[in-house]
Structure formats: C-alpha cells, structure tokens
C-alpha cells in the first residue's frame, strides 16, 4: 500500500544543528551542505519557528529557497503554540513569520511543533488545529501533522480525535526503543495502527548513538567487521522500518553530510545479520547500571509540586550511559520546562512510598538539582 511521501528520498536534512559564525549561522558553509545533500538526490528539509531563534528559517532561505527551484525541495516547519504566546492571533502569526522569513511560498509539510502533555491544550485553545487545515486549503500548506514527544496512548487518542493529520514526527532510534520515558517502539506501533507515516526525528538519539557511544557499544560494532560510521547504523535502523517518509539528520558540517549520503544515497535496508548486530548493541546498552524507572508515573500524581520525576531520571540516565553531560542538562531542561524543577522537590517522601522499583528518588533528584540547574 502506497502512502504519503513513499517517494521521498529515506535522509532528511535537519536545519536545527547548522554550522555558525559567531551568533550568525555560516551560510556559505550552510550552502554547499545544500549542495552537496540535493546533488545527490535528497529534498526533503526541516525546520521550525524557534530553531536557532528563527535564524534556522532565515538560513532556509538563503541556502535553499533564494537558490533552488520551489519544485526541487521540499520545506516543513513547525508552530510553537506553547512557546512564550498568550493569545490565538500570536500563536498563528507564527505561520505568516515563518513564511516570510523563507520565503516559501507554502510549506510542503507544516506541523504542530511538539505536541503533548500540558502543551496540547495550547493547540487545543488557540483553535491551530482548524488553522492548519485552513492554511491547506487556500494552498499555503500541502500537508498537515504535528511533532509528538509524550506517550503512546496520548498518541493514540490525538490520532483518534484528529484523523486530518496526515503525518507524524516521532523520535525512533534503537537505544530509545524500548524505553519506559520516549516508548518509541509503541508510539511507532500506535502510528502503524493509524495508518499515519512518519517523519523520523533524533535517530541518533542527538548524538548520542554516534559520537558519544560507551567504548563496549563501540566494540560491539566494531566487532561486527563493518566498517561503516556508529551514526550509519542508527540512520539505516530508523529507515528500514516501514511507513517512514524519512529519517531527519541533524547535520552540522560537510563532513556529516558527506557520511550520510555516502550510505543513503543507495540505501538498503538492515539485512538479517545487521539487525543481529543491533540486537546485541541494544543487550549492552541495557547492561549498562542506570536508574531503574519504568515511567509509570505513580511517583507524579501525588507530588505536591508536580515535579516530572520520570523524566528527571530519563536525565539521569543519559549521563549514566552514554557520558553526555550536555544531552543530560538539555533532558532535565526540557523535562522541567513545563512541571516543577527539582528545586522545588519538599522531600515529602510520597514518591519513594508508591515506587514499584523502591528507587531513591529524594537523593537522584538533589543529584540532578546540583548538575543540571
């Protein structure tokens, strides 16, 4: 059964993470990434109203739109309803930004920019669901859908209640599969069910499953005798499944991109033995001492400050096992944006009383405070 964006090129060039010049983005290095990523076949561009403080849509302009035909690319970004706006008319000034900051025309795929928890009545208040498909019919978006960062059931039930969406974004990658916190495995599932294809975002895990790999994951691969880079097999894995439209890499410099069009220019799915070898990866990943929370949230009801405990340990963790103090502090930043931070924990103690794994939770969290507020 053919879907929507079947055709399109399986790398998609992430405009979130590009190359800069002091506070200004390096357009002329910016430039020939363009180059180089269209020359050898891949169209497909993302952005979004808040990359980069808007300079991200600005750069789209000037390496993209000012210097290819409308008809050779195509251009998403995304609506941040959440994001410092109070009304409906600010929230959907957004879009006329955006447009005239690319210069666009439309946008091939327009999307409602991380959606869930607390932020999805934003959305829902500000009425940005009908303004998209108002945006579709007058032309000015050809497609329509929305970025996704919460769990699987809360995907289901806005699939459920907004069947115009045609697209989602989610973050797949292999060392997130399974997780308790991102549950990419079952949001992927909950999107099949739907008949809704993807847009893979963060198959890398940012970085983290390819230059930041624990040495005895490294060894793993390495043992495997191929020769391909870590952040090869984390791309291939996100683009061998089935229903994605494609596989967004954030890439930064030349080199990056070179890598990734050396090996998706003719991509080939994952074959037996490949997937064996991300079995074992997986296996390691898991070996590794974390902290066990499961995500079941019955730390949070209870939590007289609504501290967001599950994500805070996701925090933890990434420090933990993949030695990333910089993805961990963005985890915990994001993680507490929108909840309590954990400065604010009263250590009642009424978290440690209903968690099912008996963790420490008081103590992790003061550890999370002292390196990461």
């Known amino acids: 059964m053919s879907y929507l964006g079947e055709n399109i090129s399986k790398l998609g060039f992430g405009l979130m993470r590009l190359p800069m010049n002091g506070n200004d983005v390096d357009i ?120 996704f960062h919460d769990k699987a059931e809360v995907l289901d039930e806005l699939l459920t209640k907004h069947p115009e969406m045609e697209f989602v974004q989610l973050q797949l990658n292999y060392g997130d599969w399974d997780s308790a916190t991102v549950q990419a495995r079952r949001c992927y599932e909950v999107a099949r069910k739907h008949n809704i294809p993807i847009v893979v975002m963060e198959p890398a895990k ?36 089935d229903g994605i439209i494609t596989v967004l890499s954030g890439m930064s410099n030349i080199d990056q991109v070179r890598d990734n069009v050396s090996y998706m220019k003719d991509f080939q799915p994952l074959n037996e033995s490949e997937r064996g070898v991300i079995e074992k990866v997986r296996a390691a990943l898991a070996s590794i001492p974390s902290i066990p929370c499961t995500a079941c949230d019955y730390c949070r009801p209870g ?19 993949y030695k990333s103090h910089f993805r961990a502090q963005q985890g915990y930043y994001w993680e507490t944006l929108f909840g309590g931070k954990g400065s604010e924990c009263t250590s009642c103690g009424q978290c440690e009383d209903v968690c099912p794994q008996d963790i420490k939770i008081i103590e992790l969290i003061k550890e999370a405070v002292e390196k990461y507020e």
């Open 303 to 321: 939590c007289p400050k609504n501290i967001s405990i599950g994500g805070i340990m996701e925090a933890l963790n990434r420090e933990k096992v």
């Open 206 to 241: 940012g970085g983290m499953l390819a230059d930041m790999l624990p040495d005895e994951i490294k060894a793993v691969f390495d043992a495997s005798g191929s020769k391909a880079s870590y952040a090869s097999w984390a791309l291939r894995y996100a683009a061998s499944l």
């Open 28 to 147: 002329v290095q910016t430039s020939e990434m363009v180059d180089l990523f269209l020359g050898n076949g891949f169209s497909y561009f993302d952005t979004a109203f808040v990359y980069i403080g808007g300079k991200s849509e600005e750069a789209a302009k000037a390496a993209i739109v000012d210097r290819y035909p409308r008809e050779s690319f195509q251009l998403a970004t995304k609506l941040t309803a959440w994001y410092e706006i109070k009304t409906a008319e600010e929230a959907k000034q957004m879009f006329w930004t955006s447009l005239k900051r690319t210069s666009a025309e439309y946008f091939d795929y327009y999307l409602l920019h991380n959606v869930g928890s607390t932020r999805i009545k934003k959305f829902d208040d500000f009425g940005i669901w009908d303004f998209v498909l108002e945006l579709k019919e007058k032309g000015l978006v050809r497609h329509a859908g929305f970025s």
